[in-house]
């Protein structure tokens, strides 16, 4: 809903606006190969700080957050199943997936020696630290 103040516009967002909106959103990512948020909200005629705002303002909306939840892992969903068919370039997916999704690289851990008479395997965590039968040294 557009409002006119004064000489600038306020767009004041319903809860039931933002219910009608996600259901369309969801719609589009359940039925088109959309991965990205931008984009979703682009086919919304939406921008980004729109969804960002909408999390501000409805942060103690359950149903509203949840959906919204619901949305960003089926486009995670999509950015995934799409990288794993081949269909989109390893390092854009890698780079998405860590920025918009919290991918993580996992540290190497790796086994240098095994001794019977010691307490474990010991695994080198970093160059200064190691972890040996659960204890760090």
């Known amino acids: 809903m557009i409002i006119q103040k004064g000489t600038q516009l306020a767009l004041k967002w319903t809860p ?6 996600l259901y369309r959103i969801e719609e589009d990512v359940l039925n088109s190969n959309v991965f990205f948020l931008g984009t979703a909200m682009a086919h919304q005629r939406l921008y980004r700080k729109v969804w960002n705002y909408w999390k ?16 960003e892992q089926l486009l995670e969903s999509n950015l995934f199943e799409t990288a ?3 269909n989109l370039p390893p390092a854009i997916a890698i780079f998405s997936l860590k920025n918009n999704h919290h ?3 996992r ?17 080198v ?5 190691t972890l040996v039968a659960g204890k760090k040294d």
């Open 56 to 71: 501000k303002k409805f942060t103690n909306d359950e149903e509203i957050i949840e959906h919204m939840e619901l949305i």
């Open 16 to 21: 039931q606006e933002v219910i009608d909106i």
């Open 103 to 105: 991918w993580t690289d």
């Open 125 to 129: 965590l970093s160059e200064t630290e």
């Open 84 to 86: 794993a068919k081949g």
């Open 107 to 123: 540290p190497v851990i790796e086994i240098i020696k095994e001794e019977p008479k010691s307490e474990g395997v010991i695994f």
